[in-house]
């Protein structure tokens, strides 16, 4: 079945450091993509997302880039605030509007 | 725009004991999904309904979860008996109507321990 892994964390960061979180699927058919974001305490909420390959979904400074050959959505920033502090979940929808979302990376920016 | 509301936030039960969950969506919301994030895991589907009709429980445990929605809006999850390890949060979330390019509104989740 379909599936969604992404990195482990926590991915600990200086404020103003480069921010990649690698995410990768696997999916038949053509899925959509998406990254989620859970800030302490608080529900999940979408961050961006990408329907179809080679589309660049981007929000809050944050990109990713739907790439079908490697079956990759990676998310970067390129310069992270404290605010940035969070749990980021990378996931797929299939052509039935089934989730799968992968198990989370934890991002801690330290002053 | 209200968004998914949830109740309650905290939940604490002993095993063999039941509790219910309650959810009301964004209001034009055709689709409802229950998930079970257990801590360090990403959320796990558990139950998509569309309008009153189950589109896909294939991963909701029937001997001891149940799930309706009530006249095509609010839901409510029921588990009876709990165990151990059904200490998780349970999140509900609603689309405009369950399509893959459809976003899912997440509600504040509720935690429950099971001790």
């Known amino acids: 079945g379909d599936s969604v892994t992404q990195m482990e964390g926590p991915v600990t960061l200086s404020e103003e450091a480069f921010l990649t979180i690698n995410c990768t699927y696997t999916?038949?058919?053509?899925?959509?993509l998406f990254w989620y974001v859970q800030y302490p305490g608080e529900g999940l909420q979408l961050l961006l997302k990408?329907?179809?390959?080679?589309d660049k979904g981007s929000n809050k400074g944050f990109e990713a880039t739907y790439r079908k050959e490697t079956t990759s959505f990676h998310l970067e920033k390129g310069s992270v605030q404290v605010s940035d502090s969070a749990v980021y979940f990378c996931?797929?929808?299939?052509?039935?509007?089934?989730?799968?979302f992968g198990a989370g990376t934890q991002v801690v920016v330290t002053p | 725009e209200a968004g998914v509301a949830q109740s309650p936030r905290y939940k604490i039960i002993e095993k063999r004991q039941s509790v219910a969950f309650w959810c009301n969506p964004i209001?034009?919301?055709?689709?409802l999904y229950w998930y079970q994030q257990i801590l360090g895991q990403g959320p796990k589907l558990l139950i998509q309904?569309?309008?009153?009709?189950?589109?896909?429980d294939s991963q909701l445990p029937k001997d001891r979860f149940s799930a309706e929605r009530l006249k095509g809006v609010d839901s409510t999850l029921k588990i009876q008996p709990a165990k151990l390890e059904d200490s998780a949060v349970y999140l509900c979330?609603?689309?405009?109507?369950?399509?893959?390019?459809?976003?899912?509104?997440f509600g504040p989740g509720t935690r429950l321990t099971v001790t």
């Open positions: 979330a609603s689309s405009l109507d369950g399509t893959s390019f459809s976003e899912q509104y």
């Open positions: 309904f569309q309008n009153n009709g189950v589109v896909d």
């Open positions: 990408a329907t179809k390959a080679d």
């Open positions: 996931a797929l929808t299939d052509s039935w509007g089934k989730f799968q």
């Open positions: 209001s034009g919301h055709a689709t």
């Open positions: 999916a038949t058919g053509y899925p959509s």
